[in-house]
Protein backbone atom coordinates (compact mmCIF):
# COMPACT_ATOMS: atom_id res chain seq x y z
CA UNK A 1 0.00 0.00 0.00
CA UNK A 2 2.59 2.76 1.24
CA UNK A 3 4.84 1.62 -2.14
CA UNK A 4 1.21 2.17 -4.06
CA UNK A 5 1.24 6.01 -2.21
CA UNK A 6 4.81 6.95 -2.92
CA UNK A 7 4.73 5.87 -6.60
CA UNK A 8 2.23 8.36 -6.77
CA UNK A 9 3.19 10.87 -5.36
CA UNK A 10 6.52 10.29 -7.61
CA UNK A 11 4.54 10.64 -10.72
CA UNK A 12 2.48 13.57 -9.68
CA UNK A 13 5.43 15.55 -8.81
CA UNK A 14 7.04 14.45 -12.11
CA UNK A 15 4.53 15.46 -13.97
CA UNK A 16 4.18 18.95 -12.38
CA UNK A 17 7.75 19.57 -13.00
CA UNK A 18 7.01 18.85 -16.43
CA UNK A 19 4.23 21.16 -17.10
CA UNK A 20 6.21 23.70 -14.68
CA UNK A 21 9.28 23.76 -16.55
CA UNK A 22 9.04 24.92 -19.98
CA UNK A 23 11.18 23.48 -22.42
CA UNK A 24 14.52 25.60 -23.69
CA UNK A 25 13.40 27.55 -26.87
CA UNK A 26 15.46 25.72 -29.74
CA UNK A 27 16.35 27.26 -33.17
CA UNK A 28 18.76 27.07 -35.79
CA UNK A 29 20.84 29.80 -37.40
CA UNK A 30 22.40 29.00 -40.57
CA UNK A 31 26.24 30.87 -40.87
CA UNK A 32 26.63 33.64 -43.01
CA UNK A 33 22.67 34.63 -42.49
CA UNK A 34 20.67 36.92 -40.77
CA UNK A 35 18.81 35.54 -38.02
CA UNK A 36 16.11 37.25 -36.35
CA UNK A 37 14.22 36.26 -32.97
CA UNK A 38 11.65 37.98 -31.62
CA UNK A 39 10.67 38.20 -28.20
CA UNK A 40 6.56 38.75 -28.25
CA UNK A 41 5.26 40.81 -24.85
CA UNK A 42 2.42 38.70 -25.19
CA UNK A 43 3.89 35.34 -24.86
CA UNK A 44 5.03 36.59 -21.34
CA UNK A 45 2.29 38.35 -20.56
CA UNK A 46 0.34 35.33 -19.95
CA UNK A 47 3.83 33.38 -18.15
CA UNK A 48 3.09 36.42 -15.65
CA UNK A 49 -0.55 36.79 -15.07
CA UNK A 50 -2.16 33.53 -16.13
CA UNK A 51 -4.96 33.47 -13.55
CA UNK A 52 -6.27 37.00 -14.38
CA UNK A 53 -7.49 35.95 -17.72
CA UNK A 54 -9.67 33.87 -16.38
CA UNK A 55 -11.61 36.74 -14.67
CA UNK A 56 -11.66 38.43 -18.33
CA UNK A 57 -8.52 40.71 -17.37
CA UNK A 58 -6.07 41.31 -20.14
CA UNK A 59 -3.18 43.08 -19.31
CA UNK A 60 -0.72 44.85 -21.42
CA UNK A 61 2.63 45.04 -19.11
CA UNK A 62 5.72 47.71 -19.85
CA UNK A 63 8.19 44.98 -19.60
CA UNK A 64 12.16 44.68 -20.45
CA UNK A 65 14.30 42.15 -21.62
CA UNK A 66 17.81 41.22 -20.19
CA UNK A 67 19.51 38.66 -22.36
CA UNK A 68 23.31 37.23 -22.21
CA UNK A 69 24.62 33.97 -23.15
CA UNK A 70 24.32 31.97 -20.38
CA UNK A 71 27.38 31.79 -17.52
CA UNK A 72 28.79 35.18 -19.32
CA UNK A 73 27.70 38.78 -18.87
CA UNK A 74 27.13 39.24 -22.30
CA UNK A 75 25.56 38.03 -25.93
CA UNK A 76 27.65 36.34 -28.37
CA UNK A 77 29.92 38.74 -30.79
CA UNK A 78 27.55 38.03 -33.25
CA UNK A 79 24.34 39.06 -32.05
CA UNK A 80 22.77 42.11 -30.89
CA UNK A 81 19.60 43.13 -28.90
CA UNK A 82 16.79 45.60 -29.54
CA UNK A 83 14.01 46.96 -27.45
CA UNK A 84 12.90 50.60 -28.90
CA UNK A 85 10.72 50.94 -25.03
CA UNK A 86 9.08 48.43 -22.50
CA UNK A 87 5.58 48.74 -25.01
CA UNK A 88 7.60 47.04 -27.82
CA UNK A 89 8.11 43.54 -28.59
CA UNK A 90 12.34 42.88 -28.40
CA UNK A 91 14.40 41.44 -31.13
CA UNK A 92 17.59 39.60 -30.91
CA UNK A 93 19.49 39.93 -34.64
CA UNK A 94 22.94 39.13 -36.26
CA UNK A 95 24.86 37.70 -39.24
CA UNK A 96 26.89 34.16 -37.55
CA UNK A 97 29.83 33.90 -39.30
CA UNK A 98 31.39 30.58 -40.06
CA UNK A 99 33.54 30.53 -37.27
CA UNK A 100 31.10 31.04 -34.79
CA UNK A 101 29.46 28.00 -35.38
CA UNK A 102 28.30 25.66 -32.57
CA UNK A 103 25.57 25.74 -29.91
CA UNK A 104 24.66 28.95 -28.02
CA UNK A 105 22.46 28.97 -25.02
CA UNK A 106 20.88 32.45 -24.22
CA UNK A 107 19.54 33.33 -20.74
CA UNK A 108 16.58 35.62 -21.55
CA UNK A 109 15.41 37.70 -18.59
CA UNK A 110 11.62 39.32 -18.68
CA UNK A 111 11.64 42.23 -16.01
CA UNK A 112 7.55 42.93 -15.82
CA UNK A 113 7.64 46.84 -15.26
CA UNK A 114 4.53 46.86 -13.57
CA UNK A 115 5.07 43.82 -11.12
CA UNK A 116 8.40 43.95 -10.95
CA UNK A 117 8.02 39.84 -11.30
CA UNK A 118 10.66 38.38 -13.33
CA UNK A 119 11.06 35.30 -15.30
CA UNK A 120 13.51 33.39 -16.66
CA UNK A 121 14.17 31.44 -20.47
CA UNK A 122 16.22 29.91 -22.26
CA UNK A 123 17.15 30.01 -25.75
CA UNK A 124 18.87 27.95 -27.75
CA UNK A 125 20.55 28.70 -31.09
CA UNK A 126 22.27 25.89 -32.94
CA UNK A 127 24.60 27.76 -35.79
CA UNK A 128 25.27 25.52 -38.58
CA UNK A 129 27.39 25.89 -41.85
CA UNK A 130 26.16 28.00 -44.41
CA UNK A 131 23.65 25.95 -46.42
CA UNK A 132 23.38 28.99 -49.47
CA UNK A 133 26.74 30.09 -51.39
CA UNK A 134 25.83 34.21 -51.98
CA UNK A 135 29.03 35.04 -54.08
CA UNK A 136 26.92 38.41 -55.05
CA UNK A 137 26.05 40.74 -52.25
CA UNK A 138 24.43 44.41 -51.73
CA UNK A 139 23.96 46.63 -49.54
CA UNK A 140 21.71 49.61 -49.27
CA UNK A 141 20.09 52.26 -47.15
CA UNK A 142 16.75 52.56 -45.84
CA UNK A 143 16.31 56.37 -44.85
CA UNK A 144 12.99 56.80 -43.45
CA UNK A 145 13.17 53.30 -40.85
CA UNK A 146 14.44 52.21 -37.64
CA UNK A 147 15.90 48.82 -36.80
CA UNK A 148 13.43 47.45 -34.52
CA UNK A 149 11.07 48.55 -37.61
CA UNK A 150 12.69 46.49 -39.99
CA UNK A 151 13.22 43.20 -38.18
CA UNK A 152 9.18 41.83 -38.32
CA UNK A 153 9.26 39.25 -41.01
CA UNK A 154 6.24 40.96 -42.72
CA UNK A 155 8.44 44.44 -43.23
CA UNK A 156 11.45 42.14 -44.78
CA UNK A 157 9.46 40.47 -46.51
CA UNK A 158 8.28 43.96 -48.45
CA UNK A 159 11.78 45.24 -48.60
CA UNK A 160 12.99 42.23 -50.50
CA UNK A 161 10.63 42.05 -52.78
CA UNK A 162 11.66 45.76 -53.63
CA UNK A 163 14.83 44.52 -54.20
CA UNK A 164 13.74 41.48 -56.12
CA UNK A 165 12.57 43.93 -58.78
CA UNK A 166 15.68 45.76 -58.80
CA UNK A 167 18.03 42.70 -58.79
CA UNK A 168 15.35 40.27 -61.13
CA UNK A 169 15.70 37.37 -59.53
CA UNK A 170 13.88 35.62 -56.19
CA UNK A 171 16.57 34.01 -55.02
CA UNK A 172 17.55 36.46 -52.22
CA UNK A 173 18.39 36.26 -48.74
CA UNK A 174 18.96 38.78 -46.11
CA UNK A 175 22.64 39.01 -45.28
CA UNK A 176 22.86 41.54 -42.14
CA UNK A 177 20.52 44.45 -41.50
CA UNK A 178 22.04 47.11 -39.67
CA UNK A 179 21.29 50.24 -37.54
CA UNK A 180 22.97 53.41 -39.32
CA UNK A 181 23.71 54.87 -35.82
CA UNK A 182 26.13 51.41 -35.57
CA UNK A 183 27.98 52.61 -38.26
CA UNK A 184 28.50 56.13 -37.47
CA UNK A 185 25.10 57.63 -37.91
CA UNK A 186 23.87 60.32 -35.78
CA UNK A 187 20.95 60.07 -33.52
CA UNK A 188 17.76 62.01 -34.95
CA UNK A 189 15.98 64.63 -33.88
CA UNK A 190 13.03 62.75 -31.60
CA UNK A 191 10.66 64.35 -34.00
CA UNK A 192 8.58 62.66 -36.75
CA UNK A 193 10.14 62.65 -40.00
CA UNK A 194 13.84 61.95 -38.36
CA UNK A 195 15.14 58.51 -38.32
CA UNK A 196 17.90 56.42 -37.50
CA UNK A 197 18.00 55.01 -40.87
CA UNK A 198 19.16 51.40 -41.26
CA UNK A 199 21.80 49.00 -43.72
CA UNK A 200 20.29 46.21 -45.30
CA UNK A 201 22.61 43.68 -47.12
CA UNK A 202 21.40 40.99 -49.27
CA UNK A 203 23.01 38.08 -51.18
CA UNK A 204 22.49 35.62 -53.75
CA UNK A 205 23.74 33.46 -56.47
CA UNK A 206 22.80 35.26 -59.17
CA UNK A 207 24.87 38.20 -61.11
CA UNK A 208 23.72 41.48 -60.28
CA UNK A 209 21.36 42.87 -62.66
CA UNK A 210 22.53 45.44 -65.37
CA UNK A 211 21.01 48.23 -63.52
CA UNK A 212 22.92 47.49 -60.17
CA UNK A 213 26.16 47.32 -62.05
CA UNK A 214 25.68 51.15 -63.05
CA UNK A 215 26.41 52.08 -59.00
CA UNK A 216 29.89 51.10 -59.86
CA UNK A 217 30.46 53.35 -62.82
CA UNK A 218 32.62 56.62 -62.19
CA UNK A 219 29.25 58.95 -63.70
CA UNK A 220 27.35 57.47 -60.80
CA UNK A 221 29.88 58.35 -58.10
CA UNK A 222 30.32 61.95 -59.63
CA UNK A 223 26.44 62.42 -59.72
CA UNK A 224 26.68 61.19 -56.09
CA UNK A 225 29.34 63.52 -55.26
CA UNK A 226 28.17 66.63 -56.56
CA UNK A 227 24.54 65.56 -55.25
CA UNK A 228 22.85 66.89 -58.41
CA UNK A 229 20.03 64.82 -60.40
CA UNK A 230 20.43 61.53 -60.06
CA UNK A 231 19.74 59.39 -63.62
CA UNK A 232 20.30 55.80 -63.00
CA UNK A 233 18.30 55.11 -60.14
CA UNK A 234 16.12 52.09 -61.22
CA UNK A 235 14.85 51.04 -57.31
CA UNK A 236 11.56 50.98 -56.55
CA UNK A 237 9.82 50.93 -53.49
CA UNK A 238 5.97 50.06 -52.96
CA UNK A 239 6.00 51.42 -49.46
CA UNK A 240 7.69 55.02 -49.29
CA UNK A 241 9.68 53.99 -46.20
CA UNK A 242 11.19 51.19 -47.57
CA UNK A 243 12.88 53.60 -50.37
CA UNK A 244 16.36 52.56 -50.80
CA UNK A 245 18.97 55.63 -51.23
CA UNK A 246 20.47 55.04 -54.55
CA UNK A 247 23.40 56.97 -53.69
CA UNK A 248 24.17 54.57 -50.67
CA UNK A 249 23.77 51.78 -52.25
CA UNK A 250 27.36 49.24 -52.36
CA UNK A 251 27.60 46.03 -54.25
CA UNK A 252 29.98 43.32 -52.91
CA UNK A 253 31.37 41.11 -55.28
CA UNK A 254 32.81 38.34 -53.35
CA UNK A 255 32.72 35.20 -56.52
CA UNK A 256 36.26 36.29 -57.77
CA UNK A 257 39.05 35.25 -55.88
CA UNK A 258 40.57 37.88 -53.50
CA UNK A 259 44.42 37.97 -54.38
CA UNK A 260 46.33 37.00 -51.63
CA UNK A 261 48.43 39.62 -49.56
CA UNK A 262 52.47 39.99 -50.82
CA UNK A 263 54.34 37.87 -48.08
CA UNK A 264 56.28 40.37 -46.57
CA UNK A 265 60.33 39.59 -47.86
CA UNK A 266 62.47 37.91 -45.20
CA UNK A 267 66.09 39.83 -44.23
CA UNK A 268 69.37 38.17 -43.11
CA UNK A 269 67.88 38.98 -39.62
CA UNK A 270 71.08 41.54 -39.11
CA UNK A 271 71.19 45.46 -39.49
CA UNK A 272 73.07 46.75 -41.77
CA UNK A 273 76.32 49.03 -40.64
CA UNK A 274 74.90 52.86 -40.69
CA UNK A 275 78.13 54.59 -39.37
CA UNK A 276 79.39 56.09 -35.86
CA UNK A 277 76.52 56.53 -33.58
CA UNK A 278 76.44 60.22 -33.27
CA UNK A 279 74.36 62.15 -30.28
CA UNK A 280 72.28 64.42 -30.89
CA UNK A 281 73.26 68.14 -29.76
CA UNK A 282 72.79 69.42 -26.83
CA UNK A 283 69.71 71.92 -26.70
CA UNK A 284 71.02 75.37 -26.74
CA UNK A 285 72.17 77.43 -23.33
CA UNK A 286 69.35 79.33 -21.67
CA UNK A 287 69.52 82.85 -20.16
CA UNK A 288 67.83 82.39 -16.61
CA UNK A 289 68.81 85.75 -15.13
CA UNK A 290 65.49 87.51 -16.26
CA UNK A 291 63.25 84.55 -14.53
CA UNK A 292 65.45 84.84 -11.58
CA UNK A 293 65.05 88.83 -10.96
CA UNK A 294 61.22 88.44 -11.43
CA UNK A 295 61.19 85.72 -9.47
CA UNK A 296 63.28 86.37 -6.13
CA UNK A 297 64.25 89.52 -6.88
CA UNK A 298 61.66 91.56 -7.01
CA UNK A 299 59.62 89.93 -4.18
CA UNK A 300 62.83 90.44 -1.74
CA UNK A 301 62.76 94.30 -2.82
CA UNK A 302 59.13 94.15 -2.00
CA UNK A 303 59.88 93.04 0.89
CA UNK A 304 62.71 94.95 2.00
CA UNK A 305 60.56 98.32 1.12
CA UNK A 306 57.59 96.77 3.50
CA UNK A 307 59.71 96.65 6.86
CA UNK A 308 61.74 99.82 6.18
CA UNK A 309 57.84 101.13 5.88
CA UNK A 310 57.02 99.90 8.72
CA UNK A 311 60.16 100.62 10.59
CA UNK A 312 59.68 104.41 10.26
CA UNK A 313 56.41 104.14 11.28
CA UNK A 314 57.09 101.87 14.38
CA UNK A 315 60.20 103.76 15.53
CA UNK A 316 59.91 107.50 14.08
CA UNK A 317 56.48 108.54 14.02
CA UNK A 318 55.61 107.16 17.94
CA UNK A 319 54.91 110.78 19.86
CA UNK A 320 56.47 109.27 23.39
CA UNK A 321 55.63 110.13 27.25
CA UNK A 322 57.91 113.20 27.29
CA UNK A 323 56.39 114.98 24.80
CA UNK A 324 52.87 114.07 25.82
CA UNK A 325 53.25 115.45 29.37
CA UNK A 326 54.61 118.40 27.97
CA UNK A 327 51.58 118.93 25.73
CA UNK A 328 49.31 118.13 29.07
CA UNK A 329 48.90 120.84 31.58
CA UNK A 330 49.64 120.79 34.90
CA UNK A 331 46.58 120.64 36.85
CA UNK A 332 45.20 117.52 35.08
CA UNK A 333 48.33 115.91 34.97
CA UNK A 334 48.95 116.56 38.65
CA UNK A 335 45.27 115.01 39.37
CA UNK A 336 46.32 112.28 36.91
CA UNK A 337 48.94 111.67 39.28
CA UNK A 338 46.93 112.06 42.59
CA UNK A 339 44.50 109.32 41.16
CA UNK A 340 47.26 106.91 39.94
CA UNK A 341 49.23 106.73 43.50
CA UNK A 342 46.12 106.41 45.41
CA UNK A 343 44.46 103.64 43.29
CA UNK A 344 48.15 102.00 43.62
CA UNK A 345 48.31 102.27 47.16
CA UNK A 346 44.84 100.75 47.73
CA UNK A 347 45.87 98.16 45.76
CA UNK A 348 49.21 97.66 47.99
CA UNK A 349 46.96 97.74 51.09
CA UNK A 350 44.74 95.07 50.13
CA UNK A 351 47.29 92.28 49.64
CA UNK A 352 49.26 90.58 52.29
CA UNK A 353 52.05 92.70 52.83
CA UNK A 354 49.51 95.11 54.88
CA UNK A 355 52.98 96.38 57.53
CA UNK A 356 55.19 97.09 54.93
CA UNK A 357 52.77 99.84 53.50
CA UNK A 358 52.76 102.84 54.65
CA UNK A 359 50.88 104.41 56.98
CA UNK A 360 47.51 106.18 55.72
CA UNK A 361 48.30 110.10 55.56
CA UNK A 362 46.26 113.42 55.50
CA UNK A 363 43.14 112.84 57.38
CA UNK A 364 43.84 109.32 59.53
CA UNK A 365 47.36 111.00 60.92
CA UNK A 366 45.82 113.42 63.45
CA UNK A 367 44.34 110.22 65.36
CA UNK A 368 47.03 108.20 64.80
CA UNK A 369 49.14 111.09 66.58
CA UNK A 370 46.71 111.47 69.39
CA UNK A 371 46.30 107.51 69.91
CA UNK A 372 50.43 107.16 70.29
CA UNK A 373 50.67 109.69 72.70
CA UNK A 374 48.21 108.22 74.43
CA UNK A 375 49.37 105.28 74.61
CA UNK A 376 52.89 106.38 75.73
CA UNK A 377 51.49 108.29 78.86
C1 LIG B 1 26.87 42.91 -39.94
O1 LIG B 1 26.95 44.30 -39.61
C2 LIG B 1 27.66 44.59 -38.44
C3 LIG B 1 27.60 46.07 -38.20
O2 LIG B 1 28.03 46.80 -39.29
C4 LIG B 1 29.10 44.09 -38.60
O3 LIG B 1 29.79 44.33 -37.39
C5 LIG B 1 29.10 42.61 -38.92
O4 LIG B 1 30.42 42.19 -39.15
C6 LIG B 1 28.25 42.35 -40.14
N1 LIG B 1 28.21 40.91 -40.35
C7 LIG B 1 28.43 40.38 -41.52
C8 LIG B 1 28.38 38.91 -41.58
O5 LIG B 1 28.65 41.05 -42.51
Known amino acids: MA ?19 RADSITEAPAGQLFVYELHREVFQSEFEPFHKLYGHIYNDPMVFKCNKERFPDLPRWLRFT ?10 YGTPLPQDQGRNIIEIFVINKRSY ?37 TVQEDIRSDIQNLWGTSRLEFVNITSALDRGGRVPLPLPGYFEGVYVKLGSDRPFSKCMLRLETAA ?33 DLSKPVPPAPVPTLGSGVLEWAGEFSPPESPPDRDFFPDYLVTIIVPLALVALLCLILAYIMCCRREGVVKRNAKTPDLQLYHHHTIQGNASELRRMAGDDRRTVDRPRQCLQPLLMAEQAMAES
Open 3 to 21: DKGSWALAITVCAAVFLLV
Open 83 to 92: QRDPYENGFL
Open 117 to 153: ETFRERLVINVGPAVKQMPYQAEFLIERREIEKVLPA
Open 220 to 252: HQRECESGGKITGDCSTCKIPSNCISWCRSALF
